[in-house]
């Protein structure tokens, strides 16, 4: 069973988590939503939105979930660490076969109570403490990077060009500072 959190009670921002039974231990539902939100709501002020309650949802998975979908949807046959699955900025695929192709004019059917839904980040745990071991840093450390980094992703945020990569790395880092100031304050 999935362990799930809904951020709704975060000055009503709705972030939507799941966590595989086999990382639950390991991580805290309530801090990925309240990073997500910090990195939705910085996300935003940075590209000039104005907030009207934009949600997201983020699954934290193993390699296996996050490869499959990595092959399927963007053509990459690995895994990755983090995966954007955005509902207005489509990605680029990768792949050398056709990508798939949907009958539907939106990628993402969602019920009314979801309006802007900015899409679903998805990351891999075990690829994300690989990650930090290799880097020198804690899980967390990484996690919150990976979340920071795949919510940029869903608002428009990328780093295809060195431009765009300083960009979205001042972001992060602004994110990241966010939350450790937070945590300081607890």
Known sequence: MLSSAHGDDIKGQPIDVQIRPEFQESLSAVWICKVAKLALLKGLASSGITDIGHRLSLLVTGDDVVRNLNRKYRGLDKTTDVLAFSSEHPGIYMGN?????????????????????????????????????????????????????GVLHL????????????????????????????????
Do not use: N, W
């Open 155 to 186: 608002i428009g945020f990328d780093h295809l060009d060195l431009g765009e990569e300083l960009a979205m790395k001042g972001v992060e880092t602004e994110i990241l500072s966010g939350i450790e100031d937070s945590e300081a304050q607890i």
């Open 97 to 149: 076969e056709e990508p798939i192709t949907s009958v539907l004019s939106s990628p993402f059917i969602t019920p009314k109570e979801y309006s802007h839904f900015v899409g679903e980040v998805i990351i891999s745990y075990p690829q994300c403490e690989r990650q930090a071991t290799s880097e020198g840093k804690t899980a967390k450390d990484e996690m919150a990077l990976l979340i920071a980094h």
